[in-house]
């Protein structure tokens, strides 16, 4: 069983949509999160990390954390065609310098 | 915004040829890594580094070797390439928080 469980999609939904992009994790010493946006032939952007439970917002992006469930999410308000991507979460245990990446789901949205 | 690059971004060889995939970074960070993505598929850790006259192997193993003589840059270097190694190579480096920052990528194709 890997550490990060992600479904790789691909999910499509229509322009102005909430996305909702999950992982699940096993091991409970992870303590850093983030998200990466990754488009075809590109390097993974780093769109948010947070270290604590609770919700994070940037934009029309947030970031939510449920560690007693071991449960990440990313929302996309208001999605549009240039969110089309891959998106990749990743974490880590405090003080270490490895990332733990999930396979990362394929997000396409259409006009 | 990171500031790490990689060159080539495109590379086709044919077998047998020496390589080196060139990445740098001037963000000052000491840490850095080299992954492996095919298409579609999840990223492998093939190599980091903690600073200068560091280098470890990561979670997959490759025939390719990695230097790291100045802070800076962290270049990438297979002897004979072979098609086997047609793929993505992903060039990161890590911030205080653990958060990776990944260049552009070269990919490699090996005929």
């Known amino acids: 069983q890997k550490e990060v469980e992600q479904d790789p999609g691909p999910l499509s939904v229509p322009e102005g949509a909430i996305v909702s992009l999950n992982c699940t994790y096993s091991n409970s010493a992870f303590q850093y999160f983030m998200w990466y946006r990754q488009y075809s032939r590109k390097g993974p952007e780093l769109l948010m990390y947070?270290?604590?439970?609770g919700n994070k917002e940037d934009g029309r992006f947030t970031a939510q954390v449920d560690k007693s469930s071991k449960y990440i999410s990313l929302f996309i308000r208001d999605s549009q065609p240039s969110d089309s991507a891959t998106y990749l979460c990743a974490m880590s245990v405090y003080n270490t310098d490895k990332l733990i990446f999930g396979t990362g789901t394929r997000l396409q949205v259409f006009p | 915004e990171a500031d790490i690059y990689q060159t080539p971004r495109y590379l086709v060889i044919g077998t047998g040829k020496k390589i080196t995939l060139e990445c740098s970074q001037t963000m000052g960070h000491d840490k850095m890594y080299w992954y492996q993505q095919d298409p579609g598929m999840e990223l492998h850790l093939i190599h980091y580094?903690?600073?200068?006259?560091?280098?470890e192997k990561g979670d997959l193993s490759s025939e390719s070797t990695v230097s790291r003589i100045r802070t800076e840059h962290f270049p990438l270097t297979l002897e004979s390439a072979r098609p086997s190694h047609t793929s993505q190579y992903l060039c990161?480096?890590?911030?205080?928080?653990?958060?990776?920052?990944f260049g552009p990528g070269t990919r490699l194709t090996v005929t």
């Open positions: 947070t270290y604590s439970s």
């Open positions: 990161a480096s890590r911030a205080v928080w653990g958060e990776q920052y």
């Open positions: 580094s903690y600073g200068v006259n560091s280098t």
